[in-house]
């Protein structure tokens, strides 16, 4: 079972490729709302910031999902991305 360190890194890793990449796939846009779900159910994050980011990034997911153009997309959103991965650098990795 990953723990929500792990789910926060691998999100965050999503994110960053998509963003250096400016290319996805539907896939990649389901993880990243599985992950959110899951890191949301569990309730063990306490930070507010994240917490209230979350949704923004589950709801890139659900926009990614049903984008007729992935990259204009990811372009469109990559001010967001970046700020998200920061956020999540900086939370996650101390």
Same mark, same amino acid.
Not at 29 to 37: A, C, L, P, T
Not at 54 to 65: F, H, R, S, V
């Given at each position: 079972m990953l723990t929500v360190n792990d789910q926060l890194m691998v999100l965050h890793d999503i994110?960053? $490729? +998509?963003?250096?990449?400016?290319?996805?796939?539907?896939?990649? =846009?389901?993880?990243?709302?599985?992950?959110? &779900?899951t890191l949301m159910a569990k309730d063990s994050?306490?930070? $507010? +910031?994240?917490?209230?980011?979350?949704?923004?990034?589950?709801? =890139?997911?659900?926009?990614?999902?049903?984008? &007729?153009?992935l990259e204009e997309h990811i372009t469109t959103n990559k001010t967001n991305i970046d700020t998200w991965t920061d956020y999540i650098n900086t939370t996650n990795l101390q």
């Open positions: 994110l960053t $490729e +998509q963003s250096e990449d400016c290319c996805a796939d539907v896939n990649e =846009y389901k993880q990243i709302k599985r992950i959110i &779900q994050i306490s930070d $507010e +910031q994240l917490l209230a980011l979350l949704p923004q990034i589950y709801n =890139y997911g659900i926009q990614g999902e049903q984008a &007729q153009n």
